[in-house]
């Protein structure tokens, strides 16, 4: 059974940082291109960055270039989110999801972990 | 960017009625569109991908159609469970993909 589980998520002030993280099971990790997806509360789905299976390819959304950084560790099936310079418009439940490609839709989601940034 | 535009914002439906979304992209995205159900408190499940495929597991009374800019999810006798809210995706220029705004499904 395919898993993806996040954590990381809390309560940040404003210019604040926060590392989240994904760990994965039930599939082969280090063949999955895998991404962040954020959703303000009560809002839509907003795609926020995603890298490829090695790591050596990582795009992001333009709200949040220059800001956020991707990460991968493929040995620990772990992906991962460093957000610095936090906004409160950053404030959203952020999933990771699993994808075979670059141009496939996410077949699979984590359950979300919630990032709160407020003074 | 694509932007995609997904309507009604809110359908009510009676359970066992048939139930039709629409999703519209701002240019051609070909057949690589996606929709997703997502219940309170959940992530997104995917549904349907290639605009018309359904996902492993997905019961057959979820049926996608449509190429191009013009797309539609269907549910024919909607049960108790299908109540959540549905988002189609474009994932033909990448990146970004993009998601549309939402449908909500409530009971009538």
């Known amino acids: 059974e395919v898993q993806l589980l996040e954590s990381g998520g809390g309560l940040v002030q404003p210019g604040g940082s926060l590392r989240l993280s994904c760990v994965g099971s039930g599939f082969t990790f280090s063949s999955s291109a895998m991404s962040w997806v954020r959703q303000a509360p009560g809002k839509g789905l907003e795609w926020v960055s995603g890298?490829?299976?090695?790591?050596?390819?990582?795009p992001y959304a333009d709200s949040v270039k220059g800001r956020f950084t991707i990460s991968r560790d493929n040995f620990k099936n772990t992906l991962y989110l460093q957000m610095n310079s936090l906004r409160v418009e950053d404030t959203a439940v952020y999933y990771c999801a699993r994808k075979t490609s670059g141009a496939a839709p996410f077949d699979y989601w984590g359950q979300g972990t919630l990032v709160t940034v407020s003074s | 960017e694509i932007v995609m535009t997904q309507s009604p914002a809110t359908l009510s439906v009676s359970p066992g009625e048939r139930a039709a979304l629409s999703c519209r992209a701002s240019q051609s995205v070909s057949s690589n569109l996606a929709w997703y159900q997502q219940k309170p408190g959940q992530g997104p499940r995917l549904l349907i991908y290639g605009a018309s495929t359904r996902a492993t597991g997905i019961p057959a009374r979820f049926s996608g159609s449509g190429s191009g800019t013009e797309f539609t999810l269907t549910i024919t006798s909607l049960q108790s469970e299908d109540f959540a809210v549905y988002y189609c995706?474009?994932?033909?220029?990448?990146?970004?993909?993009?998601f549309g705004q939402g449908t909500k499904v409530d009971f009538k």
């Open positions: 890298i490829s299976p090695a790591g050596g390819d990582t």
């Open positions: 995706q474009q994932y033909h220029n990448w990146p970004p993909s993009t």
